[in-house]
């Protein structure tokens, strides 16, 4: 599958802890997309990131929330001592410049934080 | 700052009917837009997009959207719709050298009766 993998699909975290989301971007693909879906509403933007650099972060609170794109491996997406309003679908997508290139989204992490 | 309105949250059609489905846009320029599709569980798939030339585009599985730039519009239709094509639309929007950055809707659940 040549496609956008996320992991892990679900992903149910006590508040406090820690949540980690994966995105492996489409091969060929550098840039990549965070994007967060809360219940009964679309998608907002968090974060844009190129290999091994943050270059759009102005989605991204403030606070617990940190992104990373490394020279190898997948694309991290970091939530430190979640929170119940951290409960979202979680949307990873990836594009082959920095254009208007099609963006090609993976199946999402859905967080549900207890 | 750019936004996107899509004022019908749920639309049910029989199929074989048409389908127009709305979203009315605010940009201070001219704006690239975009319609996604989204299935349960699923990751979003672009249906079509505008960045300029002709105001009518041509989507994928018979999609397609007029811009409207007097109204700040654009609007999605099918001449007729399948079962299959109950999902969640999303109208994007985007702003010019802003990449894939986008600003979506709050969708419109389709429902499609048999």
């Known amino acids: 599958n040549a496609g956008v993998m996320q992991n892990p699909r679900h992903l149910v975290r006590r508040r406090g802890q820690e949540a980690r989301l994966r995105c492996s971007p489409m091969k060929g693909h550098s840039h990549v997309y965070w994007y967060r879906q809360l219940p009964e509403e679309g998608l907002k933007f968090m974060v844009y990131?190129?290999?091994?650099?943050?270059?759009?972060e102005s989605g991204m609170p403030k606070e617990r929330f940190s992104a990373e794109f490394p020279k190898e491996g997948p694309s991290i997406l970091r939530i430190q001592q979640v929170v119940r309003g951290d409960s979202a679908a979680y949307f990873c997508?990836?594009?082959?410049?920095?254009?208007?290139?099609?963006?090609?989204f993976g199946n999402g992490t859905r967080l549900t934080v207890t | 700052a750019q936004s996107v309105t899509q004022p019908d949250i749920h639309i049910t059609v029989s199929e074989g009917a048409s389908l127009e489905l709305r979203c009315n846009y605010s940009?201070?320029?001219?704006?690239?837009l975009f319609w996604y599709v989204q299935s349960p569980g699923q990751g979003l798939q672009l249906l079509l997009k505008y960045f300029s030339g002709d105001t009518l585009v041509q989507g994928i599985k018979g999609f397609e959207a007029e811009f409207k730039r007097s109204q700040s519009s654009f609007n999605l239709r099918k001449p007729s719709v399948h079962w299959s094509d109950a999902a969640e639309y999303f109208c994007a929007v985007g702003a010019r050298g802003g990449g894939n950055k986008l600003t979506f809707g709050t969708g419109t659940q389709l429902k499609v009766e048999l």
């Open positions: 940009y201070g320029a001219t704006p690239y």
């Open positions: 997508a990836s594009s082959p410049d920095r254009g208007h290139s099609p963006l090609h």
């Open positions: 990131l190129q290999k091994e650099n943050i270059i759009d």
